[in-house]
């Protein structure tokens, strides 16, 4: 998810080839223990599953390894303890907080089914939190392993600067993508890995949502992650949206390292190392709850343009043999203006609009989207940018779904929360779907007893893992038709009808 806020860890989860040989799926006596190619883990064992948690993937990026790709990990040879995850990467709860996690954060979680027969299909999934917060071990996965009898794998992957900084002194080639090749280092090691806890490394499914979708979306155009994973599941983050140039992102580099006292470009990188990790963490992050029309606007991405990253997602498409599930929320945007501009009045609408798309564009955005069609200014101002979807919303999923050349399973969650944000009704917002795949392992929140829409999104997200198809009932996208998801029912709907794509498809060139 996007970092809309994260007031309490509980609460996260919620909105929020060099295989080793085949062994056998219990690889010794104690089938709590398994043999990875660095060394053995002991994971936990119930009647349902097998859960390993904290395995190191790769060497830890402090001192001197900051703002550099993921080394191998050091191996071991005594059995080491997998039963509890590893530090998150640092991150914070609120800007007032003190910092959560460590450096030392590359560690990923596997659970498995408690036994299977056969070789089982796997779902890497990528968390949320608008590349600035979250972590892997926040996700518990058990209703979908039991279930749809996969293993999944969560993991870290380094945030904010300490992920994303793209300082021109740096010639690593992975300089400004780290929490991307992060992620390389995690699929790497589960094509090595993942045959030893009975997961299958030729059927592997990336999965991400919110900041995990527009990672899995940098993946799509990455070379290093070719052939590392054969199926993609992007959960609100359109691969429609650009991500950050080279050029915006050297530039927010520079002012960054001058703003820390180390504005000498030649001895910048030396001399941010040397900074203590306060002082790296939670640059900027009031700009992730912003309601600009642009993801660019985030202040930590992934950036295109690079050696890591050549070409935007949307470009790497149409070149693209990888199978899709791409949607997201029926209202993503809902909860980034409930927390600023809940209480705007007309005037302060049609000024909003006009700052956010320009004056003439803005005049007609307006003329679309009149305040008087909708209960109240904020819902107008809500619906239009979810409509536009230049952050999360709708109509930037369009452009990818029809570029891809492998099939594409386009939806829209359209479940409502109950709940109530500032006075303004959250409908469907970001992260509205999460709960309904994840229960976090934080022992105050405690897994809810499954519904039919909790199944039904189980078996179409694991069906589409081994078969690269979610269902019958779901047909591939095709001229703006996308599957609509609730407990009412699923049926297919027009998006761009839905949401006036037609409207932001002539705007746009204007905006």
Known sequence: MLRTRFPKAAGVASLLLSIVAFPAVASTADDAVVRTSDGPVRGKVTADYRLFQGIPFAAPPVGARRWRAPAPVKPWTKIKNATKPGPSCPWRLAPSEPPLGEEDCLYLNVETPRTTSSRLPVMVFLHGGGFTGGTGGLYDPTRIVKRGQVVVVTLNYRLGSLGFLAHPGNRDRYNGNFGIADQQAALRWVRSNIA???????????????????????????????????????????????????????????????????????????????????????????????IEPRIASMPW?????????????????????????????????????????????????????????????????????????????ALALATLLGDHGGKVGACSQLPANEANRAPVFGYEFAEPVDKVENGMPMGVPHGADVRYFFDSFHPGNLPAPPTALHNKLVDYWTSFAKTGVPGPDWPAYDRSTVLSISAKGVTPINLSAEHHCGFWKRLRPAS
């Open 196 to 290: 030893a806890f009975g997961g299958d490394p030729g059927n592997v499914t990336l999965w991400g949502e919110s900041a995990g979708a527009f990672s899995a979306c940098a993946q799509l155009a990455a070379p290093g992650a070719k052939g590392l994973f054969h199926k993609a599941i992007v959960q609100s983050g359109p691969c429609g949206n650009d991500l950050l140039t080279r050029k915006d992102a050297e530039r927010r580099a520079v002012k960054t390292a001058r703003e820390l006292g180390c504005a000498d470009r030649k001895t910048a990188l030396a001399c941010l190392r040397h900074k203590p990790l306060s002082d790296l963490i939670g640059l900027y992050e009031a700009q992730v709850q912003s």
């Open 301 to 377: 991405l992934p950036v295109a343009g690079t050696k890591a990253l050549p070409v935007q997602p949307l470009e790497a498409l149409r070149t693209s043999s990888v199978p899709l599930i791409h949607g997201g929320t029926r209202d993503e945007m809902r909860v980034f203006v409930a927390q600023q501009h809940a209480k705007i009045d007309k005037a302060e609408y049609r000024r909003t609009v006009r700052k956010l798309f320009g004056a003439r564009a803005g005049k007609r955005v307006l003329a679309e989207y009149p305040a008087k069609r909708y209960p109240s200014p």
